[in-house]
Each structure stands twice: as C-alpha cells, then as structure tokens.
C-alpha cells in the first residue's frame, strides 16, 4: 500500500488537527527471556490508555444502588431511573449488597464485557488533595502526582519516565533492535506531558492528525517548515520545542506506513466516531507486528456543566452518548483483536482528571468533583469490582465527596507496568512509582507476570552512550555539529549524516571514534555550506563488528541574507521608534511588538520595498519598560530587537 492510501484509510482521523509519533512480533524479547517457558509473549504485550478528557460524571457513569433514594435526591432533575427499559443495569447481583452499582443504560457493552470476563471496575480512583482545575489536574495524572507540595509540580510524565528507564537510549532511534516507537499519542495535536521523560525529552510519537509522508505540519498555520528563529519568551520556547518534537518523528515515518500496510482489521464493526478510528488503528498497528508499548488515546467532551441529560429522559443526552461511544468503541476494539488472533497482547484502561460533584447544578449537569471510577478491559484482566460505593451522604458543602479516594491512580499504573507489563524494580523505582503498592487483582491471574518474567531495562545495542547532540546556526551562515559521550565501547567511528528531508540521508563526514572510553568526550565540527533552507542532521555510531546506532535528528534553518543595514532608533523610544533597512527583495511584511511574556501588542502592515525602506511605529501609549521589536516576514530573515520605551 501506498502512503496516499494509508492516508485514506485513516482519513476520519484526521477530521480532528493527525500529527505525527512483516517484522518480528517479538522486538522486546531477549533469547534470555524466551528461555522462560512462561515468559513467552510477555515482551509482546501493549497497554491501551484513553483519557476521558474533561472529567468524566461518575456517579451517573456507576450508581450506587444501596443508595438510590440518596442519588435521587442529590440529582432530582438528572438522576437515571432505577427501574425499567430504560433504567440503570445491574452489573452484578453476586457483588454484597454494599458494592452493588447499577450501569448507565449506555453501558451495555462494558456489562457484556463484564460478563465475559475482560472488564473490571475500579471504584473512587484518585489522589491525596485533589485539584479541580481541568489544566492542573491533568497534569497531575500525566505526569504521576499529586495536590500535595511535593508532587504538585513534576515536569515529567509517567509514559516517559517508564520508557526511559524500561528502553534506556532507544526512544527516538529506529533500530534493527527497536523499530517502532515506544508510545503512540492519538487524538491531541499537543503533545502529551505524560511522554515527556527526567530530561523533557519527548519519548511519543503523535499520530494526531498527520500523515508519515509530512512529518512537519504540527503547527497549525505555519506551514510545513521549521521556522529558524522564534521570539526569545516562553511562547517563544514552547514553540522551539514543539518543533523538536517534529524533527523526532521522521524516523518513524516509514516504519509505521509498514507496519499499517502489513496489518489489517477484521470484519468487527467499529462505531462510526473518531475514537473508534483511533482504536481501529491502534488494532491494525498491533496486528502488523508494531512493537509499541503504550498507546494514549483521547476522546474529548466530558466538561459537562450544563445538558448533560435530556430534561424529560434523563438516560439520553450528552453524556449518555459520551458513555455508548467509550464502551462501545472499546468493545469493538476489544472483538477485533480477538478476531485477529491478538486479544492477549493488549490491556486497555480509562481514565479520567477528576469526577464530578454527587449534586447537581441548576443547569441539567454536574461541576468539578473529586474522585471518579476507571475502567479496564482484555482478556488478560480479572473481571470484578475494586472498592466499594462511595457514600453519597458524606458531602462537603458544596456537593462534592469528602471520603477521599479508594484507590490511588499510580497504584493502578504501576499494577500495570510491572504485572501486565513485566517492569523490574529498577524499571518502577525509576518510574517514580516505587512508593505506592499495587492495585490488587487488576490482572487475571492466568496472565500475571511473573517475578522471574520481570524484565530490566532493556537498553539498545550501542556502542555509546551519548550524552547531548545539537545542531545550531553560528556566523549567520554555518551550522556547528557538536556531540559528546559519557562512554564508548568497541567504537570504531562516527559517521555525521546530512539531509534535506529528514529522510534521505547522506554521509557529511566521517569522526573517527575513542574505541574504548569511559569518560566524557567531546567532537565538534562545522558545517561550512549547510543545505537551503532546513538542513536534518544525525550521528550514525559504528563499532569495530560494524554494529550501528543513530542518534536522534536535529534541525537548523538558514535563510538567505537578503536585508542589510538594518537599524531600531531612537532607542530608548519616548514618542514613536524607526525601523531602517535596504532589502535586496520586495516582501510583505508585520512590523510586531512585544511584551517579554512573548504576547505581541501591537503590529502593523508593511511592505518592503527593494532598496532603503523606513517604517515608523508610535509607542507613546505604552507603559514604560523593555520590549522585543520583530519585522516579521516569510521572505525576509531578521533579527528580533530588544526596545527600550521610556516615559
């Protein structure tokens, strides 16, 4: 299949911004773990994460069937019927009357599931101190903390820390060893902050929106370049990175046209929405042999303030769609893999950044609660209910549940890491999930790791262990290569690639290497006559048995010097400030200021003219202080100025 027909068989995804991050079905296996006779096909295993993007409403999702009248009388106008065709499902009648939860009418796909062994529920997941803001909150999940003080501000995610510490020098190196990606983002163009490992480094793929032949179109609005400078702010930072972010994708372009070209969906019949596309893709990716190891989905919508129920049919409405979508789509997900032969290699589970409070508003919904319930599906789950119902009549004030949380969402995911996935202790401490204990009986025990099935870090066969590799613009016009190694072992050289796709590469120029070192080491060259436009570079390690490694790509921009003579007076500015150049093109252009925090506030057209141009701004109305003056042009390169406006 061809890259257009990839795209076409993606195509609903995209109706939200894709972006991106034959072989062995065993890429993780080491002959040492396939001695184990039962460890086989524990290094094929992928966990299917999908946030619940706005906080899910638990306590319509789960009833709490003990305590009916309670629920009643909490939500008069949106509480679901007890009884009838259209009233709550009981899941299951074996559970003590105490745990004993009726299902939203939508959620007869997670029953069946249920009855078939491959879900479970796990009651009032959370954490201590619990946040209600959309933005924090989610952070807090993604990134493996809490509302305490110190585990509020962590800048780094749970995916990318494990990645880090299970795969060591692997995420963003294709490898004969390593050819897919570790984790795959879908459904956010932003890339997610649980990918980002200890160093912030970007450990996912995004698949949100995009398509393997344009890796560069993540930003919307700016084209499908790199651009070479960006304003010197947090914006301007934010910006830089997500621009790396991109340069890390094309090694894995082609791999996963492959892998999806290689795979195939059975005949199950998936819900006609983007988070079923999302899962169907997920599915043929696995089918085609792609040794991801955690896919995070989103399916947005769960704010839901007002109209979360239909007034006169309270099991309709928004959020009952919401909840046939989840689980019917997992459903079928679920099916499909069965169907493909592949149902054991796959757990899914949901989550959600807080719940919503027991009582209603004034406006048909529910506002921002505390705890809420999650979900987990596949054959290699034990179906069942954790914990118990949360008492509706120990309420705050405000509505919202103060018998804190049952269960705390690190220990789910650290159940997951280490007993479906097989992370070692070294792998959970560096995950920074060693302080919690494991959710008990989340997997079934016919598909528990064993201990001796735990696998350690499972670094890259490399000769180096590299330590930073940059590529930047120096004297306007080159570009300086500079890498350094905290080892080397039976190194033979470096070969430092250039491209100017990020694709092709050609050899640039070969660095001999240390052979054996254990110290840093430091090599440097420049680029003399680097590509138009964005030139791609990487380091091809080569040892002595001419086993290789790459490093990750890294990109610099240079643009022909078209402007001379450029000048910002007067400087400090009172009334108005002067821009003066000669250009050696016509151009159109903004003439743009800013504030340091990198919000522009104020700009004008321009056109530049070939030759000596003048253009004036009036900076009489702004408060006195230091600012950052920008000519902004797709056809001209120029500096940004700093400008001082006194009063």
Same mark, same amino acid.
């Given at each position: 299949?061809?890259?257009?027909?990839?795209i076409?068989?993606?195509?609903?995804?995209?109706?939200?911004?894709?972006?991106?991050?034959?072989?062995s079905?065993?890429?993780?296996?080491?002959?040492?773990?396939?001695?184990l006779?039962?460890?086989?096909g524990?290094?094929?295993?992928?966990?299917?994460?999908?946030?619940?993007?706005?906080?899910?409403?638990?306590?319509?999702?789960?009833?709490?069937?003990?305590q009916?009248?309670?629920?009643?009388?909490?939500r008069?106008?949106?509480?679901?019927?007890?009884?009838?065709?259209?009233?709550?499902i009981?899941?299951?009648?074996?559970?003590p009357?105490e745990?004993?939860?009726?299902?939203?009418p939508?959620?007869?796909?997670?029953?069946d599931?249920?009855?078939?062994?491959?879900?479970r529920?796990?009651?009032?997941?959370?954490?201590?101190?619990?946040?209600?803001?959309?933005f924090?909150?989610?952070? @807090?999940?993604?990134? *493996?903390?809490?509302?305490t +003080?110190?585990?509020? &501000?962590?800048?780094? /995610?749970?995916?990318?820390? $494990? !990645?880090?510490?299970?795969?060591?020098?692997?995420?963003?190196?294709?490898?004969?060893?390593?050819?897919?990606?570790?984790?795959?983002?879908?459904?956010?163009?932003?890339?997610?902050?649980?990918?980002?490992?200890?160093?912030?480094?970007y450990?996912?793929v995004?698949?949100?929106?995009?398509?393997?032949?344009?890796?560069?179109?993540? @930003?919307?609005?700016? *084209?499908?370049?790199?651009? +070479?400078?960006?304003? &010197?702010?947090?914006? /301007?930072?934010?910006?830089? $990175? !997500?621009?790396s972010?991109?340069?890390?994708?094309n090694?894995?372009?082609?791999?996963?046209?492959?892998?999806y070209?290689?795979?195939?969906?059975?005949?199950?019949?998936?819900?006609?929405?983007?988070?079923s596309?999302?899962?169907?893709?997920?599915?043929r990716?696995?089918?085609?042999?792609?040794?991801?190891?955690?896919f995070?989905?989103?399916?947005?919508?769960?704010?839901?303030?007002?109209?979360?129920?239909?007034?006169?049919?309270?099991?309709?409405?928004?959020h009952?769609?919401?909840?046939?979508d989840?689980?019917?789509?997992?459903?079928?997900?679920?099916?499909?893999?069965?169907?493909?032969?592949?149902?054991d290699?796959?757990v899914?589970?949901?989550?959600?950044?807080f719940?919503?409070?027991?009582?209603?508003?004034?406006?048909?919904?529910?506002?921002?609660?505390?705890?809420?319930?999650?979900?987990?599906?596949?054959?290699?789950?034990?179906?069942?209910?954790?914990?118990?119902?949360?008492?509706?009549?120990?309420?705050t004030?405000?509505?919202?549940?103060?018998?804190?949380?049952?269960?705390?969402?690190?220990?789910?995911?650290?159940?997951?890491?280490?007993?479906?996935?097989?992370?070692?202790?070294?792998?959970?401490?560096?995950?920074?999930f060693?302080?919690?204990?494991?959710?008990?009986?989340?997997?079934?025990?016919s598909?528990?790791?064993?201990?001796?099935?735990?696998?350690p870090?499972?670094?890259?066969?490399?000769?180096?262990?590299?330590?930073?590799?940059?590529?930047?613009?120096v004297?306007e016009?080159?570009?300086?290569?500079?890498?350094s190694?905290?080892?080397?072992?039976?190194?033979?050289?470096?070969?430092?690639?250039?491209?100017?796709?990020g694709?092709?590469?050609?050899?640039?120029?070969?660095?001999?290497?240390r052979?054996?070192?254990?110290s840093?080491?430091?090599?440097?060259?420049i680029?003399?006559?680097?590509?138009?436009?964005?030139?791609?570079?990487?380091?091809?390690?080569?040892?002595?048995t001419?086993?290789f490694s790459?490093?990750?790509?890294?990109?610099?921009r240079?643009?022909?010097?078209?402007?001379?003579?450029?000048?910002?007076?007067?400087?400090?500015?009172?009334?108005?400030?002067?821009?003066?150049?000669?250009?050696?093109?016509?151009?159109?252009?903004?003439?743009?200021?800013?504030?340091?925090?990198?919000?522009?506030?104020a700009?004008?057209?321009?056109?530049?003219?070939?030759?000596?141009?003048?253009?004036?701004?009036?900076v009489?109305?702004?408060?006195a202080?230091?600012?950052?003056?920008?000519?902004?042009?797709?056809?001209?390169?120029?500096?940004?100025?700093?400008l001082?406006?006194g009063?």
């Amino acid at each position: 299949m061809k890259r257009r027909n990839f795209i076409k068989n993606i195509g609903q995804l995209s109706a939200a911004p894709l972006v991106f991050n034959g072989l062995s079905l065993n890429p993780f296996a080491t002959p040492s773990m396939l001695s184990l006779l039962n460890c086989e096909g524990i290094g094929d295993r992928a966990l299917v994460v999908i946030f619940l993007k706005g906080g899910n409403d638990g306590i319509n999702t789960i009833v709490p069937i003990n305590q009916f009248d309670t629920y009643v009388a909490n939500r008069p106008d949106i509480a679901l019927p007890e009884t009838g065709i259209n009233g709550v499902i009981p899941l299951d009648s074996t559970l003590p009357i105490e745990d004993q939860v009726g299902l939203h009418p939508s959620m007869t796909a997670f029953k069946d599931m249920y009855d078939n062994g491959k879900a479970r529920l796990v009651q009032s997941v959370g954490y201590p101190s619990p946040n209600q803001s959309h933005f924090k909150s989610t952070d @807090l999940w993604l990134t *493996g903390g809490d509302g305490t +003080s110190a585990n509020f &501000n962590l800048d780094s /995610g749970w995916i990318g820390r $494990y !990645i880090e510490a299970a795969f060591p020098g692997v995420a963003g190196n294709s490898t004969t060893q390593f050819p897919d990606p570790l984790g795959i983002q879908f459904g956010d163009s932003k890339p997610s902050l649980s990918f980002h490992d200890h160093s912030q480094n970007y450990t996912g793929v995004n698949l949100s929106g995009q398509n393997p032949a344009n890796l560069f179109g993540l @930003l919307n609005g700016l *084209g499908t370049a790199p651009h +070479s400078d960006v304003i &010197n702010s947090e914006y /301007g930072a934010e910006l830089q $990175y !997500i621009m790396s972010v991109e340069n890390s994708l094309n090694a894995y372009g082609q791999r996963i046209t492959d892998v999806y070209d290689n795979g195939n969906n059975s005949s199950t019949t998936y819900p006609d929405s983007y988070l079923s596309y999302q899962l169907k893709t997920v599915a043929r990716l696995i089918k085609g042999g792609s040794g991801t190891k955690i896919f995070m989905i989103h399916k947005s919508g769960f704010d839901t303030h007002a109209g979360q129920v239909e007034a006169d049919d309270t099991h309709t409405g928004h959020h009952a769609d919401l909840l046939a979508d989840i689980f019917d789509s997992i459903k079928a997900f679920n099916d499909d893999l069965g169907v493909l032969g592949i149902e054991d290699r796959v757990v899914t589970g949901t989550f959600s950044e807080f719940g919503r409070r027991a009582t209603q508003n004034g406006s048909l919904g529910t506002d921002h609660g505390t705890t809420a319930p999650l979900f987990l599906f596949g054959s290699g789950i034990n179906a069942g209910v954790s914990g118990t119902n949360p008492d509706l009549s120990n309420l705050t004030s405000n509505g919202n549940l103060i018998d804190g949380h049952q269960t705390d969402y690190r220990s789910v995911f650290k159940t997951l890491l280490q007993d479906w996935l097989a992370a070692d202790a070294t792998v959970i401490t560096n995950a920074d999930f060693d302080a919690h204990t494991k959710a008990p009986d989340l997997i079934d025990p016919s598909a528990l790791a064993d201990p001796s099935c735990y696998i350690p870090p499972q670094a890259i066969s490399v000769p180096i262990e590299l330590r930073e590799f940059t590529a930047k613009v120096v004297d306007e016009n080159k570009v300086q290569v500079e890498w350094s190694t905290l080892s080397e072992i039976n190194h033979d050289f470096f070969d430092v690639e250039r491209s100017a796709d990020g694709i092709e590469f050609e050899l640039f120029e070969t660095v001999n290497g240390r052979g054996e070192s254990t110290s840093l080491r430091t090599y440097s060259l420049i680029d003399e006559e680097p590509l138009e436009g964005t030139s791609f570079y990487r380091l091809k390690s080569v040892d002595f048995t001419e086993e290789f490694s790459y490093s990750p790509i890294r990109s610099v921009r240079i643009k022909e010097k078209v402007v001379s003579h450029y000048k910002v007076y007067p400087n400090p500015a009172v009334f108005d400030t002067n821009v003066v150049l000669t250009s050696k093109v016509s151009a159109d252009a903004e003439l743009q200021l800013f504030a340091l925090d990198g919000k522009m506030i104020a700009s004008q057209s321009l056109r530049v003219k070939e030759g000596f141009n003048k253009f004036s701004m009036d900076v009489s109305n702004f408060t006195a202080g230091n600012y950052l003056l920008k000519v902004q042009s797709a056809d001209l390169d120029l500096p940004v100025s700093k400008l001082i406006i006194g009063s």
